[in-house]
C-alpha cells in the first residue's frame, strides 16, 4: 500500500517541478521583454527630447541655427543607431555606471556644478543641461528620476536664483540652469500639461474675450489706444502731472 502512495508522490512532485519550470521560463521571457521595450522606449524618448531641442534652437536662436542646419540634425537624430556601453568601454564600463549612478543620485553636487560650470561657459552649460536631464535622469521617465531633478530644481533655486541680485531677470531671459532644466521637466511631465492646462484655461479665455483691457507697458504707445476723448476722460487733462500719474498708474496695474 506504500508503493503506490509514493509513486503517486513522485508523479505529482514532478509535474510540480515541470510546471515551477515553466512558470520561471515565462516569467524569465516576460522580464527580456519588459528590458527590450523599457530599452526602446528610453531610446525614442530621447530622440524625441533631442528634435524637441533642435526646434527650439531654431524658434528661439534663428540667427544661430539655420532651417537647414537643423533639418540636417534632425535627420541625423532619425538615423541615430545605439551602441551598448561595454562595446566602447568594455571592462571600464560597470566603472563608469557606478560614477554616473553616483553622480545621479547626489542632486545637492549636480546643482553645484551646473552653476559653477554656467559661470564659465554659458554655451557649452547649455548643452550639459540637456546630457544631465536626457541621460542622466533619461527624461523623467522613471518616477524616481523625476524625484531626483525635483531635488536637482530645488537646490539650483538656493544656489542660483537665491544669489541673484534680480532673480526675476535672470528667469525673464531664460538661459539660467534653473529655466532650461525646468522647461524640460514641464514640457514632458504629462501631468504638469494637464495642471497648467486646468489651472490658467478659465483666466486665458477671460483675458482673450475681455477686448477693453489693453495691456501694454509702454506709456507712449498706451496712449496712443486711446481717443483724445478716452484719453481726458481717463487721465485728465494730457500733460498735466495728474495725467502722468494715472497713465503710471495704468501701465504698473498693466505690468
Known sequence: MVKPDIHTLARHLKQEKLYVN???QLIQRLNADVLKTAEKLY???????????????LILTSAEASPAECCQHAKLLEDTQFVDGYK????????????????RE??????????????????????????????????CIMQEDESYLLQVLRYLI???????D??????????????????????????AKLFLT??????????????????????????????????????????????RQKVQEMVESNE
Not at 43 to 57: A, M, P
Not at 167 to 184: D, E, H, N, V
Not at 217 to 242: M, N, V, W, Y
Open 158 to 164: 538656493e544656489f542660483e536664483l537665491k544669489e541673484s
Open 22 to 24: 515553466a512558470e520561471k
Open 106 to 139: 547626489n542632486p545637492r553636487l549636480i546643482a553645484s556644478c551646473l552653476v559653477a560650470g554656467e559661470k564659465l561657459s554659458q554655451e557649452n552649460a547649455q548643452s550639459v543641461i540637456h546630457t544631465v536631464f536626457t541621460s542622466l535622469y533619461g527624461n
Open 166 to 191: 534680480n532673480p526675476r531677470r535672470l528667469l525673464r531671459k531664460g538661459t539660467c540652469a534653473f529655466s532650461i532644466i525646468f522647461k524640460l521637466f514641464s514640457e514632458g511631465l504629462f501631468s
Open 43 to 57: 531610446r525614442t524618448s530621447w530622440i524625441s527630447k533631442q528634435q524637441r531641442i533642435n526646434l527650439d534652437r
Open 198 to 243: 486646468a489651472t490658467l484655461h478659465e483666466p486665458i479665455m477671460q483675458l482673450l474675450v475681455e477686448d477693453e483691457d489693453h495691456l501694454e507697458t509702454d506709456p507712449s504707445k498706451l496712449i496712443e489706444r486711446f481717443s483724445p476723448a478716452q484719453q481726458e476722460k481717463l487721465f485728465g487733462e494730457k500733460g498735466s502731472d495728474r495725467f
Open 88 to 103: 566602447h568601454l568594455g571592462f571600464q564600463e560597470t566603472a563608469y555606471g557606478e560614477f554616473l549612478n553616483r553622480l
